[in-house]
């Protein structure tokens, strides 16, 4: 059987769910893991019996018997540079969203990609929650019809906004939105987006990182359906990572509804008081089995590199997502409508926005 040398740069949250799933896999040869943090550079080698630990990525970048890297790290500034020097390299990377932080680094990103025709994914677990991929299913074999309407409402318990929030200063729409405009897009492919209206507001969040506690977005797509989709990260932090999604879907022919709250089970302590158990949005390990999307989807994505599959996600894809999330920002500032792609002069104003804000 055909094994690689893996890494993973950024061993934390979810950067720890891919190393765990990799040591589990009997197509990694060896694992390499990455971390700047010591402490829990030893504590993911601990628990994934790593060959390797570094605090040092230009280690992975320098070793040639690696071919595949997972680039999890956090603050989001770090994903270019590290994304770059992998894919310089020659390795296969999946990179966690968002792809980059300006849409010439995307392009850059994706152009090294394919001079050294490596694969490159980004991180868009959501395509590997069976709730999403039946939605495709049922839109791809035509029982819904022609589709008319999607609706996605994402919350996040506000602990988690804060963590996320607190490091970049990228919107709900940016941080979040993006996994349902990812699957949205999608879903209704090949349609396209060409204008979107966004609307943020106020709320817990702004005194402490000036963000929106909510953002909602409605995209017209190029063949007229239309696409409500709200993103937000104010919910009272009942569990830390806790994430809840409604999506509707109508169709012509039919309509689908998927409850995504994971209000299905919960847990309560005298200690700890409610809990929603495995409703975070990358899912986490439940002894021998994976509960959610990342565990499967870095198994994709190791199989894409091992058979020479295109992996699920193309960067060209995220980087329209980057677009719209980018006009979406747009738009809530100006308080009107915003064409796509984005033309000149909205890539003016782009860029004097993003100024602003660092
Ligand atoms: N797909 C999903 O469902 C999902 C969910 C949450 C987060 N994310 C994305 O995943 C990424 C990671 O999020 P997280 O919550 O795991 O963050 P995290 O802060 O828990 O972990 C990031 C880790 O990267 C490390 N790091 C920073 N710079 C480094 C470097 N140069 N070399 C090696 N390690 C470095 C940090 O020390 C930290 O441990 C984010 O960009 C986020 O947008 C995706």
Redesign the pocket.
């Given at each position: 059987m055909k094994m690689v040398e893996v890494a993973v740069?950024?061993?934390?949250?979810?950067?720890?769910i891919r190393a765990l799933t990799l040591s589990q896999s009997s197509l990694v040869d060896r694992l390499h893991i990455?971390?700047?943090?010591p402490e829990?550079l030893a504590e993911v080698k601990e628990m994934t019996g790593a060959a390797t630990a570094t605090?040092?990525?230009q280690d992975i970048v320098n070793n040639p018997a690696i071919e595949v890297v997972y680039i999890?790290?956090?603050?989001?500034t770090?994903?270019y540079p590290?994304a770059r020097d992998c894919l310089r390299a020659g390795k296969h990377v999946l990179l966690?969203?968002?792809i980059a932080l300006e849409l010439a680094e995307a392009d850059d990103l994706i152009n090294i990609a394919k001079q050294n025709n490596v694969k490159f994914t980004i991180?868009?677990?959501?395509r590997f929650n069976p709730k999403i991929a039946y939605a495709k299913k049922k839109i791809t074999d035509g029982t819904l019809g022609q589709v008319v309407s999607v609706m996605v409402s994402r919350h996040l318990s506000r602990s988690l906004g804060k963590?996320?929030a607190g490091?970049v200063k990228l919107s709900p729409a940016a941080?979040e939105s993006t996994?349902d405009l990812d699957f949205v897009f999608w879903l209704l492919a090949p349609a396209k987006p060409v204008r979107i209206y966004s609307q943020g507001a106020y709320g817990y969040m702004q005194p402490l990182n000036g963000s929106y506690d909510c953002m909602w977005s409605i995209v017209t797509m190029d063949n007229g359906v239309v696409v409500t989709i709200g993103g937000g990260w104010n919910l009272p932090p009942s569990y830390p990572n806790y994430c809840q999604t409604w999506i509707e879907i109508t169709g012509v022919d039919g309509s689908l509804m998927l409850d995504d709250t994971a209000r299905d089970h919960w847990l309560n302590t005298v200690e700890g008081g409610q809990q929603f158990a495995m409703s975070?949005?990358?899912g986490e390990h439940v002894d021998h089995v994976f509960a959610g999307?990342?565990g499967p989807e870095t198994m994709h994505f190791l199989e894409c590199c091992l058979r020479d599959k295109p992996p699920m996600v193309d960067p060209m894809h995220a980087r329209m997502v980057m677009e719209t999330y980018s006009a979406a920002d747009l738009s809530a500032e100006r308080h009107e409508p915003v064409g796509l792609p984005l033309s000149n002069s909205a890539l003016a104003e782009l860029a004097e926005l993003q100024a602003a804000l660092r």
């Amino acid at each position: 059987m055909k094994m690689v040398e893996v890494a993973v740069i950024g061993t934390g949250w979810c950067g720890g769910i891919r190393a765990l799933t990799l040591s589990q896999s009997s197509l990694v040869d060896r694992l390499h893991i990455c971390e700047i943090r010591p402490e829990r550079l030893a504590e993911v080698k601990e628990m994934t019996g790593a060959a390797t630990a570094t605090l040092d990525y230009q280690d992975i970048v320098n070793n040639p018997a690696i071919e595949v890297v997972y680039i999890s790290t956090t603050p989001e500034t770090t994903h270019y540079p590290i994304a770059r020097d992998c894919l310089r390299a020659g390795k296969h990377v999946l990179l966690e969203k968002p792809i980059a932080l300006e849409l010439a680094e995307a392009d850059d990103l994706i152009n090294i990609a394919k001079q050294n025709n490596v694969k490159f994914t980004i991180g868009y677990s959501q395509r590997f929650n069976p709730k999403i991929a039946y939605a495709k299913k049922k839109i791809t074999d035509g029982t819904l019809g022609q589709v008319v309407s999607v609706m996605v409402s994402r919350h996040l318990s506000r602990s988690l906004g804060k963590k996320i929030a607190g490091r970049v200063k990228l919107s709900p729409a940016a941080m979040e939105s993006t996994h349902d405009l990812d699957f949205v897009f999608w879903l209704l492919a090949p349609a396209k987006p060409v204008r979107i209206y966004s609307q943020g507001a106020y709320g817990y969040m702004q005194p402490l990182n000036g963000s929106y506690d909510c953002m909602w977005s409605i995209v017209t797509m190029d063949n007229g359906v239309v696409v409500t989709i709200g993103g937000g990260w104010n919910l009272p932090p009942s569990y830390p990572n806790y994430c809840q999604t409604w999506i509707e879907i109508t169709g012509v022919d039919g309509s689908l509804m998927l409850d995504d709250t994971a209000r299905d089970h919960w847990l309560n302590t005298v200690e700890g008081g409610q809990q929603f158990a495995m409703s975070t949005m990358p899912g986490e390990h439940v002894d021998h089995v994976f509960a959610g999307q990342m565990g499967p989807e870095t198994m994709h994505f190791l199989e894409c590199c091992l058979r020479d599959k295109p992996p699920m996600v193309d960067p060209m894809h995220a980087r329209m997502v980057m677009e719209t999330y980018s006009a979406a920002d747009l738009s809530a500032e100006r308080h009107e409508p915003v064409g796509l792609p984005l033309s000149n002069s909205a890539l003016a104003e782009l860029a004097e926005l993003q100024a602003a804000l660092r």
